[in-house]
């Protein structure tokens, strides 16, 4: 751990104030609290849950929409306020000695980018209902379903559980989830959130209802950036004109719009002004890639194959002329402790799901076709910068 490098991140030459106040805020893949301009959205959703608010269970259903839409925003958002009310008039629902029934359900999410089997799927549901830690050793997938049977059995309100992310590359395939979901105790209902339509993924056959988000309109991108700009950024570090300019490129994809206004903001930062200025905008939006992945799927990788983009994003153009260059140079890097086998194997990985890409090369090859080179397909800045956060 170099903490000089850590403090250094921090400081500034100046005594001038920060331009950027909080990256994290300011992440694309972070959600805030009270998602701009989705009203019609939540009323539909709060439709579906009416019944908690007698007490009793909605049907399953299935929320989607495409990329930069805003499910997870929305979603998160929503169930972070109905656990917080559900909770407000009693004691905590979910204690150890369970000294009490609740009288409404209460809320769960499960990320399923971040839940890769059965066992921690239901160790996420079962660690958010109870107070001690729950054993990620020394138990099995049965004896957590049992335990979690045995914890819903005297609250007959039950639980409603968000599934967001499914059907994506790199998840739990959508069979399996219906089976693990299958294994739920009966007082259970389940919210699962994903980009393909109802007829193009099988969970939908067990759901009562669909509800689709639909993309951004312009104006509500703009409100989005402005906003997400009064929470991460210096006062008037970007203007409405800028915020347009972002809005328009970002054709109704959240994501993409925030991880420009990211990358703008670090630009300026970096540079040492206070304000975004137009080449900084320009500069963000060519780096980010078209069609681009979720920053959130890139951070929710291994840390190991984190480890391997980092380096990737600070090689030369040499250096990444071909896969085997690219290879060569990454595992020589002192800080990854991988041999070029494996490298290599976390690059094909990747490019599997879609994280990068392998094109052609523009080196000769006079011995066959040309090799193939790795190009990113997320923005590299804000990727770099999260990350170095993390460290």
């Known amino acids: 751990m170099d903490i000089d490098a850590r403090i250094k991140r921090r400081r500034r030459q100046d005594d ?3 331009l950027i106040q909080d990256y994290e805020t300011l992440s694309p893949a972070a959600h805030i609290d009270e998602p701009s301009d989705r009203g019609p959205v939540f009323e539909r959703l709060l439709d579906h849950l009416d019944p908690v608010f007698d007490s009793r269970l909605p049907p399953n259903a299935y929320v989607y929409g495409p990329f930069g839409s805003g ?3 929305i979603v998160t958002a929503l169930f972070t306020h109905l656990e917080r009310l559900s909770t407000e008039p009693r ?7 369970r000294a009490g029934s609740p009288t409404s359900p209460g809320f769960v999410y499960v990320d399923m980018r971040e839940t ?6 239901y160790h996420r549901i079962v660690d958010a209902l109870v107070d001690e830690p729950v054993p990620e050793h020394g138990i099995s997938t049965e004896k957590l379903q049992d335990r979690l049977h045995d914890l819903l059995s005297e609250f007959t309100t039950g639980v409603v559980i968000a599934v967001d992310h499914v059907g994506e590359p790199n998840t739990t395939g959508v069979d399996t989830l219906i089976d693990m979901l299958a294994g ?3 007082n259970v209902s389940w919210l699962a959130i994903g980009r393909k339509p109802p007829d193009q993924i099988a969970l939908s056959e067990y759901t009562a209802t669909s509800i689709q988000v639909k993309r951004y309109q312009r104006q509500m991108l703009v409100d989005v950036l402005m906003t997400r700009a009064s929470e991460g950024l210096a006062r008037q570090a970007i203007n409405h004109e800028q915020a347009r300019q972002i809005a328009a490129w970002g054709d109704g994809n959240a994501h993409d719009v925030l991880a420009a206004l990211f990358v703008a903001a670090d630009r300026a930062d970096q540079a040492g002004r206070s304000r975004i200025e137009k080449a900084d905008v320009i500069s963000a939006l060519d780096e980010i890639p078209q069609p681009s992945v979720s920053l959130g799927r890139v951070l929710a990788l291994p840390n190991n ?3 391997v983009l980092r380096e ?3 090689l030369d153009e040499d250096e990444r002329a071909s896969v085997t260059a690219t290879t060569e140079a990454i595992s020589a890097r002192p800080d990854v402790d991988l041999s070029p ?3 290599k194997r976390f690059l094909y990985e990747m490019a599997e799901i879609g994280i990068v890409e392998r094109v052609q090369s523009d080196v000769e090859n006079r011995k066959g076709r040309p090799p193939s080179r790795v190009e990113l397909r997320f923005p590299p800045t804000a990727f770099s910068r999260l990350y170095d956060l993390k460290q």
Request: without cysteine; aromatic residues 10%.
């Open 116 to 121: 890769t089997s059965a066992f921690t799927f």
């Open 312 to 314: 990737l994003v600070d």
């Open 91 to 97: 004691s905590v629902i979910y204690t150890t000695t």
């Open 184 to 186: 739920l105790p009966s």
């Open 71 to 73: 499910k997870s925003a």
């Open 305 to 307: 194959k984190q480890a």
């Open 16 to 18: 001038s104030p920060r």
């Open 341 to 343: 086998g494996t490298v």
